[in-house]
């Protein structure tokens, strides 16, 4: 029973997610990377959880905030007396009590005002791990794009290279059944025709693959059959690796959050160092109690200073152990820091070495096409050969498939520089 249960439970998980995909994904649609990206963050399940830390956080400022109200209990009970039989006869008897307090923290030393700081400072810093969930899923959305349009043109690249083979089959066919070549040109040529098909093969499950990546970028189990836009963006950010590091260390999401946890910390220190001063507070009470007989009410109000003597020297430690993970804290916000930096680093460097590589490809794809251009003249003519143009044509699949790397680790590279430097978009 129990295993019906879940599978039913997982069948609904299942059919309502796909729901939402097919409401924000088409069959057919053309998907923009923008629409990629407001997609995943509709859907995205991290999203979700940096949503509901937000909403901890500000249920965590509305618990410190009430000590600053009074806090009002009412106690009531009833009690059945009676004798036992050894005992003198007396009748059982009802006895009632109802009691209605209040207390009221008058001045505690500014304990709750900084209760409520550090609340809201793990709030802001919540806020900023949220920033930084965006962003690494934007990131994520963008590496899979890109890798999905680069596994499509890789896809367009060896269907190219089939009909090219396929074509050249069919000359060298036809050269051999009219006595132009030997047959030895046919076989090479089915051999690669043959080659160039398991290769499209491969690039295909390569597209579908990373189309499951996109999905899963996206946040969505499945989606229906989508196409993207097969457009790779080459406008170069025009930014100095040092005008990008002190953008960093100003926007990160990241460190905004680890330096709100340092001060939250230090806010602690202060908080635990309060333990060593009074409290004054106020409370008041009314009720009654008695019999059925008789009742008796009575009320009260007063005021209580209330000194920690000695605590088993409780205070101290908590002083320390604040003091502790203000240099654990301090640690990690170098430590990352100097992460910071190498990812600046690494990405300015890969986003340069991508956008030469791309002029590059260029003119290789040009002189390869070229190549193979004058290969077929050369074979038409009788004075070229079949092995001739194979290279050619594995050369001109080679250099495509160069540049198309080149356009795809490029816009990678420049969607992980403007992470690094936590660009807003």
């Known amino acids: 029973m129990n295993k019906k249960i879940f599978f039913l439970l997982l069948f609904i998980l299942v059919f309502v997610q796909s729901s939402r995909a097919a409401d924000t994904i088409r069959k057919g649609d053309v998907l923009t990377l923008q629409k990629c990206i407001d997609t995943a963050l509709m859907n995205h399940p991290a999203i979700n959880a940096a949503t509901g830390t937000i909403k901890q956080q500000e249920s965590k400022i509305g618990q410190a905030r009430a000590g600053y109200y009074p806090q009002i209990n009412l106690q009531s009970g009833y009690t059945r007396s009676g004798t036992t039989a050894t005992s003198l006869k007396s009748d059982p008897y009802n006895y009632y009590s109802n009691a209605l307090g209040l207390n009221q923290t008058l001045f ?250 791309i002029e590059a490809g260029r003119i290789i794809v040009r002189q390869a096409e070229e190549t193979l251009e004058l290969a077929h003249g050369r074979y038409a003519t009788g004075v070229g050969s079949s092995i001739e143009i194979t290279d050619a044509m594995i050369k001109l699949n080679n250099a495509k498939m160069t540049y198309i790397t080149a356009l795809s680790d490029f816009s990678i590279a420049e969607a992980n520089l403007e992470k690094a430097i936590g660009v807003k978009k």
Do not use: C
């Open 108 to 357: 505690d030393f500014g304990k709750t005002w900084t209760q409520v700081d550090i609340a809201s400072l793990n709030k802001e810093s919540a806020k900023a791990d949220y920033q930084d969930v965006t962003a690494a899923i934007i990131y994520g959305v963008k590496e899979s794009y890109y890798s999905f349009l680069k596994a499509k043109m890789s896809e367009t690249v060896a269907l190219e290279t089939v009909h090219q083979f396929q074509e050249h089959y069919d000359v060298a066919k036809t050269f051999f059944e009219t006595g132009k070549s030997s047959k030895i040109d046919v076989t090479s040529a089915e051999v690669n025709l043959s080659n160039a098909r398991i290769q499209l093969i491969s690039a295909q499950n390569a597209m579908r693959i990373a189309q499951a990546n996109l999905n899963k970028a996206m946040g969505v189990i499945s989606s229906p059959e989508y196409n993207i836009q097969e457009t790779f963006p080459l406008e170069q950010r025009n930014i100095s690796f040092e005008a990008a590091l002190a953008q960093a260390y100003e926007n990160r999401p990241d460190i905004l959050s680890t330096r709100l946890k340092k001060d939250a910390v230090e806010k602690s220190i202060d908080l635990n160092k309060k333990g060593y001063l009074p409290v004054f507070s106020g409370s008041a009470a009314y009720g009654y109690a008695g019999d059925d007989a008789s009742m008796d009410k009575s009320w009260n109000l007063g005021v209580a200073l209330t000194f920690p003597l000695f605590s088993g020297l409780s205070t101290k430690y908590a002083v320390d152990e604040a003091r502790a993970n203000l240099y654990i804290a301090k640690a990690n916000e170098e430590s990352l820091k100097q992460k910071v930096y190498l990812e600046v680093q690494s990405a300015w460097l890969n986003r340069r070495e991508a956008f030469e590589r």
